[in-house]
Structures are given as C-alpha cells and as structure tokens.
C-alpha cells in the first residue's frame, strides 16, 4: 500500500423507532429514510431498532441500487432490530447474542424479547480489512432507579470482549449504535477504556448538529418528554466509535446530527437523531505527534473502571442468587401447599375449596419454578463476566504495579493504535 | 524466532461424566482424575461435564501446583460443564454460549438447562500466541429420530465461526471436548472444513488406544450398553482438533486413549475415554511438500457441506414455525375458552363446572405462550445461522466458478494454513 493511501468512509447510524403497530408514521418514516440514504450514498448505514423484517425487505428493495450489500440480523423472539446496508461487498458476518438481556416477566419492556445482539460485518476495501460492529444495548427506563444497570454492564463487556477478541487482525475497528449509555456511565467508560475505540463525537474539530452531540432530543415530537425531565438539552446515547490498529490512521473528519427533525423537512426521522460521519483512514502517521496513551494514569484510569464494573457485575450476582434463594423458598411452600389440598380432597370436608385452590398453587409452583431457572441462569451469567473481568484486573493492577517502564501485556489489543488525535 | 525453534504441546482431553447425585463414583473418579494429572503434568488439561463447580475447586485446589492456572466457564442454569487447567499463565479467556441448545420442556435431556457454551483460552508459549478452545455440544438420545440434529448442527456453525473469528490472530488452534458427532456426522464435516482443523486421530502416525479411536466403549462398565446397540466398537464422540496458522506447522506425534479403564487400575475415570495427545509446533517448513489442499475438489467438498448444512437448517426453520404457529392457533384456542369460561361463570348454571375448567384453560394459554416464544427464538436463532452459512455458500460458489487459477476469496481463514501433513 502507498505511503499517501487514503480512504474516505462515510457512516451513517440511526435507532429507527419501528415498532409494529406502536412507532407512529412508521411507513411514512421508513419511506423517507429509504429516500434520503438513497440520495446521501453513504459507504455503510448501520440501523437498529428495525423490528419488523418487513421493513428491511422493504429498504433491502429501495436501497438496491445504491447500497447491493445488506444484511438483518436475525435472534430473539421479535429480531435484533439490527441491520446494515453496504455499498461495498460484505466479505463476512456473523452476530453474538448477548448472554443477559432483562428478564422475560416485565413484558411491558419487552428487550428480553428482541435477542439483543452485536453484528459483525467484515469488508475489504482498497485492501484494507474493516470490521464493522453495530449493536443496541437494554434500555434505560428509570435512570433513577435502573434495574437493568447490571444487565447493561455486563452486555458492555461483552460487547467489548466480542471486540476484542474478533478484531484480532483488523485494520480498522467502527462501532455504531444505540448503546443506552450515557457518555460517563459506567458501560460506555468501560468499553471504550477495554477496547480503546474513540468517539467521534469527542475527536471530531467539525462538528454540526444537536447540542453537546445529543441523540434524544426534546425538540423531536416523537420523544416521550417525561424521559428528558433531567436532561432539558436532551441525551446522548447513541454513538459513533472507531479505532485503527496495525500501523492505520483513523480521523474523523466531520460528523452531522439530525436535530429534531426531518434533514430536509416535516417530521423527523425516528425518535433518536441521525448520525453521520466521515472518516478519514490513512497509511502515514499523523502530522504530529500523539500523545502517549499508554501511560500510569491511563492504566491506572482502566484498573479503576474494572474496578467499578466488578463491583457491579458481583452485586449482580448476590441480588440474582437472592432471587434464585427466594424463589427456592417459594417453591418449596407451594410442594407443601399442593400437598396440603390434595390430602384435604381426599379426606372430604372442604373438598370443594381445596380444590379451587389448586389454581393458584399449581400457578406460584410453575411462577417461581420459572423465576427460580431465570435467576440462576442469570447468576451464572454474571459470574462468567465477573470472572472474566477479575482476570483482566488482575492482569491490569500487576501491568500497574510493573510500573511505566514496562510495557503492560494487558494493553496488547491497544499495541498500534493508530488513531489519530485531532 | 529460531527457524529450528520447536515446542512439544501435551494436552489432556475428558467428558468427565460429573452430574450430581447421578453419576457414579463421582468423588473416587475425580481424586483419580486429580492424581493422574498431577502425575502425568500435561501442558493443558480441558474437561467437560464438571457440572458441580465443588468438583471444579477440588480439582483446582489438588492441581495447584502442577496446573497453576485454571478456569470453570460458567453459564446456563446448571453451568457449562466446560473447565480448563494450564501449566502455563492464562492470558485471556471467554466464552460464547450457543444459542440453540435444546428444548427447556425436555427436562429428562436437561441440555438446555446447561448452557452449553465453547471457551476460549488465549496463552502465550515461547513467542506463540495459541488459542486452545474447549467445548460440549447437545447431546444425541436417538441416533434414529435425532429431535436435535439441527441445533447440534447449527451449534457446529456457530463454533465454527467462533473460532474463525476470533483466531485470525493466532499461530496454533485447538480445540478440544465432547462434539457428540461421529466422525461423517454433518456437523463434523462442516466445522472441520470451515475451520480447516484437522483431526489428531486421523493425523498422528503413533496411536494406540481403543479400536478406531472410540471415546464411548461397550468395555466401559460405566456406558449405558443400548446406546451402543449399533456399534459394537464403540463410537468417536471427543476430539483433538488442530491447526497452525501464519508460518507454523504442527503435527500430532502421538495420541492415546484410555481403553474402558483406569489407566492404571480399577474402574474407568469416565463413562467417556480420555484422550491424550502430544502436539509438535515448528517454525520450520515440513520435510516433504504437502499435498494442496485449496483444489478444486476441496472447495466442491466444501461446497457440497455449506449446502447440505443449509439444507438442514432450512427445515429447522420451517419445523420452529410451524411449531409457533401451532401455538399461535392453541393461544387462540384458550383465549376462546376462557372467555366463554368468564361468561359461564358470570351467568349462573354450570358455575361450578367452569370456575373448575379455569386450571387447564390457564394452563393451557400459559403452556401455548411459552411454546409459541420458545419456537420463535428458535426460528430466528436458526434463521440467523442459515444467513450465514447461506452468504458463505454463495462466496464459496463463486469461487468454484472462478476456477483452480484464482485463490478462493472464501478461503481467507485457511491462507499459511501450516499444518503438517504426515
């Protein structure tokens, strides 16, 4: 390759809002988007939140043209809500379901449902391997007191560890999507810290779009106004991330926000705002010199949010294995209970309500044998994160204890991170 | 590193046959199992079916000093079953947990309650990066009418692709455990050709053991004898896969089974056979030219298999939804029940009778709504496998038109494909 190679990507990111049935002026909505990709020509448009695969036949058919590569990722009850539209070939793909992803008894949220999952593209261009990543995290229903912050963290982690581990020989690394993160929550720190990716947001010198980068804006007539009461600017959870690796320099040129409304006119687009970036990959070194990111404080930074995100995961685990205690309780009283009644049916007397009965005692034995199985896949779910994470704080607190002059093994995915800072 | 530089890998393999209260001579096995490891000090040890993470401690406590590293997969309600001791450090590991795996109403067969999951070693030998896998596919009650051919085939892809990913990187593969397929067996043939990963067994010009390398024998006091009603010999269930990638070559000097016993005296360690293999890594070319192995007749082979596989899946996916759509019709069947249950009840006259037809009617909505999700999941698990394998399939076919002169595009995970051939 040329020492002046040079590849321009453009990237476009949004949650759809496609909800069947609920997600209002769907068609119109898809209608409109299929139009504006069309006429923008993007290199790479990662969608999520396209629940209805009707949706994507229907953009696979429109964007044929202009993007001949396309793919939906299909898990869970409902599907992923993933996709992606490629101008270029897709070499690869393949998708990791994450392994917790809420629980199956609050179906008015209905994530566990959706098989949340990351995607895996893999394309070739101009010689150069890019792995592409687009995912959707659980949501975030009551920030203040947030039942799926642990389920949220471990699928961060997870997320960071498919990563890490898939990105191996890559050059360049993108990560799009609805992560439910806001900028500082633990989840997004942990996986930008692990898998060294950076956001566009944060590296970019041109930026237009919405205030501070936000995603969820009060401007947009499609969000619920009652989840931004404590953001008035709105919130920033959707994101563009990317690293380069093996000797790559990665910049991001410019990156666009849709701000509450349609790019051109009328309604906007979904609930969420658009992302569009351009990002510039290059085979020279930057024209000054980075700064050192490998440093004490850098690594002393990353043992501190492992740190965090055991404590985290292993509250996670105590609280599933109460659950998985109470429910094994309960299931021992209903044994009792259903042993109680049919003896009372037997012996006469109050047959007649021993029998009516025998509903609710069937139904709490079946309820909390189901809760009882959740649970427990739940905690042995979170200790294979917790684990893997008290290994890799481990290795990180004696990389810190090694002091600065020796290289930390730990880093070893970061060892020629070639993104350039602006 | 050297061109003469070479390292001698023994590895130790076992389906430890370890579920609680039921099998056998599980305390007196596993302190077998402790001594012959400490007494044989393999490099790596991978073992399946520790389903009780006490054995797991045991184990680990016993083999300290020998194996300083260790670690148990955790997942499913039960637990993977999956566990690994190392001489030497481990320096990264994970696990994928597959995402068909069974059905949660067969409890008998329990696969589904076990979570079973493929883990991923990363250690650093002298300079090489080996990436040593280990896993335990869905197990197979009627070799007739096999309800889980499918899932274990789709488990197969999966594994596949888990290990193509996630080892671009590496200098040697391995992958060690309980596949539960015969050696012509679909699934098999697929993850050994998708992976390029060649069989110990049929590698190594040194073996000696059990007739035809079988891991499940009629000798083994502990093997449920109908099983191997057809096979009087035995059958080969557990494998020593490897391959060596970017420059190394690896061959199989010797492998060994046990043979129906301890492999000093007394009763058997497992109801499966151990095996034990010595794997040499070089730097240097082999002695002889290796045959080629990316012709024409190799990528029809592969071809034929990706076609086949798909084939498999496709009727897995029509079976998963005509079962979700006959618990779509059961779903509507109760409502209708129900409601006319309500209005009985309300009006008078049969009261008691319908207050009393409420328990099944319940019962059966409840039954009908788990089958229905349970089925959907599948169909899009299955769904999601089937795109893959169907993107694979047309690259590989493309290929094959390209002809002999042109290297396979497909073939990309297989390029310094190194391994000696002997």
Redesign the interface.
Known sequence: MKPNFSLRLRIFNLNCWGIPYLSKHRADRMKRLGDFLNMESFDLALLEEVWSEQDFHYLRQKLLPTYPAA?????????SGLCVFSKHP????????Y?LNGY?YMIHHGDW?C?KAVG?LVLHLSGLVLNAYVTHLHAEYNRQKDIYLTHRVAQAWELA?FIH??S??ADVILLCGDLNLHPKDLGCRLLKEWTGLHDAYLETRDFKGSEEGCTMLPENCYVNQRELELFPFGIRIDYVLYKAVSGFYVSCKTLRTTTGHDPHSGTPLSDHEALMATLCVRHSPPQHTPSPTHGPAERSRLVSILKEAWIELDLGVAQARWWATFAGYVIGLGLLLLALLCALAAGGGVR?VA??L??PS??LL?GAGAVY?FH??EA??L??AR??LQ??LG?AREAQNLGTESPP?LL?QQEGDGTEEQ
């Open positions: 793919h939906y990722f299909s898990s869970g009850v409902i599907g897709i070499q690869e793909f393949t998708q990791h379901v392994t199956p449902f098989g895996l560890q581990h898939t191996k020989k007649e029998i009516l025998w509903t069937v139904g079946l199985v427990m896949q042995k779910g200790s294979g684990a893997e290994h890799v290795r093994a070893l």
